[in-house]
């Protein structure tokens, strides 16, 4: 995926509700390739922080991969924080997109319509 795609990707996804706060896609190292935060968002993690949570996040996704010959590939994955909802899915070319939400975010609405965005990318 070229950098153009990245950017129309990360841009159909922050359209689709305003309780993103932060849209980013990442390579398989958790290195972010493109996206940002929603502006006048606060930030939770200091830059060295949020590094770390990508990496994580990544790393958590090559772990499930292990499990994808006996249950099938994963499609996405959440945790709630008490202060926001984070979801990750991962991209067919070992990419993977980090989303973060308000609380109060529809996140079964929001996964399903992610899920239809990517398909076509």
């Known amino acids: ?3 153009e795609q990245y950017e129309k990707l ?5 359209s689709l509700d305003p309780k993103i706060r932060f849209v980013t896609i990442i390579d398989y190292e958790g290195r972010p390739l493109f996206g940002g935060q929603k502006e006048g968002v606060t930030d939770y993690l ?4 949020q590094k770390d949570s990508l990496r994580h996040a990544m790393d958590a996704w090559k772990l499930r991969d292990k499990f994808s010959d006996f249950i099938g590939k994963g499609k996405y994955a959440m945790a709630e924080y008490e202060k926001l909802k984070r979801i990750t ?3 067919k070319d070992k990419k993977l997109i980090y ?5 109060e975010v529809d996140h079964a609405t929001l996964i399903k319509n992610i899920l239809k965005i990517i398909e076509k990318f």
Do not use: N, V
């Open 1 to 3: 995926m070229e950098s």
């Open 10 to 14: 990360y841009d159909a996804i922050m």
């Open 46 to 49: 200091s830059p060295s922080l």
């Open 89 to 91: 899915f991962p991209l």
């Open 99 to 103: 989303l973060t939400a308000e609380l």
